[in-house]
T-cell receptor, first 113, second 111 residues
Framework: DTAVSQTPKYLVTQMGNDKSIKCEQNLGHDTMYWYKQDSKKFLKIMFSYNNKELIINETVPNRFSPKSPDKAHLNLHINSLELGDSAVYFC????????????FGQGTRLTVV | RKEVEQDPGPFNVPEGATVAFNCTYSNSASQSFFWYRQDCRKEPKLLMSVYSSGNEDGRFTAQLNRASQYISLLIRDSKLSDSATYLCVVNALDSSYKLIFGSGTRLLVRP
């Protein structure tokens, strides 16, 4: 059983397109995140949701729009993709308000050409 | 200044060696500290939490120095399977909902 699963695993698309990445967790956690890992391997938080409510938005361009239909799902939609959006996007989840351990999905490798 | 800083490495060591990684953090309000491990093209996974009293898990020992805002990880008797990137991670009190990651230290253990 995969605890945090995200799809797709790989995504290659052209500049200007719109794409979505889906994430689901079956751990019963109430907090979910999107992280971006760039080519230098630096992991940076983008968004955090707690019980479907947006908690953190780390100055991410508004081309990125997260949506949480329920606390087990957090999707990421990206409009007008740019070359600089190429990265690995990780979904994660944790329990409670004080993060003790975050469980990560396998990542989505996005390449914009 | 980055919130969490680590030596990027790589550290290239022979099997059986002892290797130490260091990390500094800038926010003195930080409350929780962790080491995560990330294998090539995989997701990060928790290796161990770091407590003020220091803690040990088999060959791994983590220590925290709050006064110096410094965290360390010691790996004894390195195995080939220890080859990975080790991420120093901090959770600040003023932002309970996020973990702040260092850029990671890459370890290569050679036969």
């Amino acid at each position: 059983d995969t605890a945090v699963s995200q799809t797709p695993k790989y995504l290659v698309t052209q500049m200007g397109n719109d794409k979505s990445i889906k994430c689901e967790q079956n751990l019963g956690h109430d907090t979910m995140y999107w992280y971006k890992q760039d080519s230098k391997k630096f992991l940076k938080i983008m968004f955090s949701y707690n019980n479907k409510e947006l908690i953190i938005n780390e100055t991410v361009p508004n081309r990125f729009s997260p949506k949480s239909p329920d606390k087990a799902h957090l999707n990421l939609h990206i409009n007008s993709l740019e070359l600089g959006d190429s990265a690995v996007y990780f979904c994660a989840s944790s329990q409670g308000t004080a993060v003790t351990e975050a469980f990560f999905g396998q990542g989505t490798r996005l390449t914009v050409v | 200044r980055k919130e969490v800083e680590q030596d990027p490495g790589p550290f290239n060591v022979p099997e059986g060696a002892t290797v130490a990684f260091n990390c500094t953090y800038s926010n003195s309000a930080s409350q929780s500290f962790f080491w995560y491990r990330q294998d090539c093209r995989k997701e990060p996974k928790l290796l161990m939490s770091v407590y003020s009293s220091g803690n040990e898990d088999g060959r791994f020992t983590a220590q925290l120095n709050r006064a110096s805002q410094y965290i360390s990880l010691l790996i004894r008797d390195s195995k080939l399977s220890d080859s990975a990137t080790y991420l120093c991670v901090v959770n600040a009190l003023d932002s309970s909902y996020k973990l702040i990651f260092g850029s990671g230290t890459r370890l290569l253990v050679r036969p």
